[in-house]
């Protein structure tokens, strides 16, 4: 969030930053310079008249022949404005004072007051006019490799003053600061936390005043771990989901166990088996079927989520023989769980005659569920400890919730769908004023 403020000052009658001149020339004379804005006003001092005036001039000595500004005689009824100074110029005739209208920068040079004639006397004014400073714009970019973060003040005028400030307080000559020749740029190497906090660009010239603040923050991950670690979350849910329900399969007191990927292709066995028994869900052996398949469907996505994950994680940490191991496992789960998802029972029963087949089948999915857990969490750890050294960490509230309720859609829908059809089979069989069996 970027939050800029801005103060300038300039009055439209400008009479600013008097300083002392060393004598130019052999004339000695008191030489004054005010700095101006473009098309301000400017008013020019004259020395205190303590003896009888008779006549005062203001020349502008820049251009050679000297150029008279105005002229005042005592004896005269007014004033007399000279040149391309009539409409520009007012003049105080009692304190000698000149003011200058609508300056520009072709107004530049030194100013002379003389009184009474008395050129030793004279006072000498120099005058600069310059633009402004404008509102400064702070932009950031940060480094491809997340080290560095460069801070740039976009800021026009003349006789541009930068000063950085963090927090406040000026930027400590530090090895951690790093600032452009013309105080425009400023790097901020080897992001740390404690970096985080409001930059402030002011600049400033002799005439105006102006701040840009920034507020830094900045991620401790790049945005590949950020996918990374929400894909994580993600793949923790749906494990936790299907852990839950092969716990609820394992609770069943009935056999053959319908937790058994093997068992899929024998539904006709288990659908005769549970129409003879009440279970917990009340359950046909089809209903199981489907139930057992969204369960294998879950394990599958966790576990290809898990997989994008870990090639992030390489991509960005670097390869590993464990790493390379777990993708792997997690390959071989994807390739079993969708196997049994997406084939059908009677293809299956010719795999599952054999012992050591049928054993894995069985152990794949529950295996897949514990792996999914146990590496989600590592990675949510992992990627939580690189997201510490940065100023802001990523809402995963809704990394958890959106799969959960994603996750239970699908399976309240399934259990609505099988509650009415079950209603609708036992009104059938048991149609109202029949017999009871």
């Not at 092969?246 to 006709?268: D, I």
């Amino acid at each position: 969030m970027m939050q800029v403020s801005d103060q300038v000052f300039f009055p439209s009658i400008l009479l600013l930053m008097l300083k002392d001149f060393s004598p130019g020339s052999a004339v000695e004379s008191l030489e004054k310079r005010i700095f101006a804005a473009v098309g301000s006003s400017v008013l020019f001092p004259a020395p205190e008249i303590r003896s009888h005036l008779k006549i005062i001039q203001w020349e502008f000595i820049n251009n050679h022949p000297l150029q008279l500004i105005v002229e005042y005689q005592l004896d005269s009824s007014k004033a007399i404005v000279y040149g391309p100074y009539k409409g520009r110029v007012d003049f105080n005739e009692s304190t000698g004072y000149l003011l200058l209208k609508n300056v520009q920068k072709k107004d530049n040079g030194i100013y002379k007051v003389v009184i009474n004639l008395e050129e030793k006397k004279a006072q000498k004014v120099s005058l600069t006019v310059i633009e402004p400073v404008t509102q400064p714009q702070l932009r950031s970019n940060l480094s491809l490799d997340g080290s560095t973060l460069w801070l740039s003040c976009d800021v026009s005028g003349d006789r541009i003053t930068i000063v950085w400030m963090r927090n406040e307080e000026p930027i400590p000559p530090e090895e951690c600061y790093q600032q452009s020749e013309d105080q425009k740029h400023l790097g901020i190497i080897n992001l740390e936390k404690s970096d985080c906090g409001n930059f402030s660009c002011n600049a400033s010239n002799e005439i105006s005043w102006r701040q840009a603040t920034l507020f830094v923050t900045f991620e401790g991950i790049p945005a590949a771990l950020q996918q990374a670690q929400k894909m994580s979350a993600v793949a923790l849910m749906l494990g936790v989901i299907a852990a839950l329900g092969f716990v609820s399969l394992c609770c069943q007191s009935a056999k053959p166990k319908p937790g058994h990927a093997a068992s899929l292709s024998q539904n006709h066995n288990f659908a005769k088996h549970h129409r003879s028994k009440r279970n917990f869900f009340n359950w046909n052996g089809e209903e199981w079927r489907y139930f057992i398949c969204f369960l294998q469907a879950t394990v599958c996505l966790s576990s290809g989520l898990l997989f994008a994950v870990t090639i992030i994680w390489m991509a960005q940490q670097g390869v590993s023989v464990f790493l390379i191991f777990l993708i792997l496992a997690l390959t071989w789960v994807m390739m079993v769980t969708l196997t049994v998802v997406v084939w059908d029972p009677k293809r299956l029963r010719t795999f599952t005659g054999r012992r050591t087949i049928r054993i894995i089948l069985d152990a794949t999915a529950p295996g897949g569920v514990i792996l999914v857990m146990v590496l989600a969490g590592f990675f949510l750890m992992n990627i939580r400890d690189l997201e510490e050294k940065g100023c802001s960490s990523t809402d995963m509230i809704a990394s958890f919730i959106i799969p959960l309720v994603l996750s239970l859609i699908p399976f309240l829908f399934f259990l609505f769908y099988h509650i009415k059809r079950r209603k609708k089979k036992e009104t059938r069989n048991n149609p109202p004023g029949g017999e009871e069996n």
